[in-house]
T-cell receptor, first 113, second 113 residues
Framework: GENVEQHPSTLSVQEGDSAVIKCTYS??????FPWYKQELGKGPQLIID?????GEKKDQRIAVTLNKTAKHFSLHITETQPEDSAVYFC????????????FGAGTTVTVRA | SQTIHQWPATLVQPVGSPLSLECTVE??????LYWYRQAAGRGLQLLFY??????ISSEVPQNLSASRPQDRQFILSSKKLLLSDSGFYLC????????????FGSGTRLTVV
């Protein structure tokens, strides 16, 4: 199966600064990479995703980049705000018969006011 | 529109008691369904997934079981709860057309005492 590693495990940034979370995956056949945001006591919510035929995708203050050669992808949050404080999970989809996402261990992001 | 319902939101159960958590999906047909557990401050552990009615795959041997009696209903059960079953339980669904992302429910916080 797919193995996804996520770094850092915790990230503290000053409000207004940028935050970057990186993930690596093991299987070059993986073709879909979503990012989830989980606020305290809630279920994770999809915030952005990217497919293997795209190198970068942006949605307002968040962006995801994918480097297929190096097998890593990153989440970039610009102009961070207190409401960006949450746990973020990356994931990778390996196209096998039974569809399952492989998740990273999560990054706790704290935005300091 | 597609929605996922998960209940109850919180549950406190004594050791040795039974458990039944229910998840239902609306607005889609033949979804893949998943049960995850999240220990405090930890990542997402896949417990069970189902690709169709009556089809259950177990990822981790444990004290729990799952059933899918109807297309859009997924149930997590235990005959006798252990202290180690405490955690945050999340149901998720996806369809294998177009967007591959999961949609998570709001979760059930289970405390076994």
């Amino acid at each position: 199966g797919e193995n996804v590693e996520q770094h850092p495990s915790t990230l503290s940034v000053q409000e207004g600064d940028s935050a970057v979370i990186k993930c690596t995956y093991s299987d070059s056949a993986s073709n879909y990479f979503p990012w989830y945001k989980q606020e305290l006591g809630k279920g994770p919510q999809l915030i952005i995703d990217i497919r293997s035929n795209v190198g970068e995708k942006k949605d307002q203050r968040i962006a995801v980049t994918l480097n297929k050669t190096a097998k890593h992808f990153s989440l970039h949050i610009t102009e961070t705000q207190p409401e960006d404080s949450a746990v973020y999970f990356c994931a990778a989809h390996l196209p096998l018969r039974d569809y399952k996402l492989s998740f990273g261990a999560g990054t706790t992001v704290t935005v300091r006011a | 529109s597609q929605t996922i319902h998960q209940w109850p939101a919180t549950l406190v159960q004594p050791v040795g008691s039974p458990l039944s958590l229910e998840c239902t999906v609306e607005g889609t047909s033949n979804p893949n369904l998943y049960w995850y557990r999240q220990a405090a401050g930890r990542g997402l552990q896949l417990l069970f997934y189902s690709v169709g009615i009556g089809q259950i795959s177990s990822e981790v041997p444990q004290n729990l079981s799952a059933s899918r009696p109807q297309d859009r209903q997924f149930i997590l059960s235990s005959k006798k709860l252990l202290l180690s079953d405490s955690g945050f339980y999340l149901c998720a669904w996806c369809v294998l057309t177009g967007d591959y992302g999961y949609t998570f429910g709001s979760g059930t916080r289970l405390t076994v005492v």
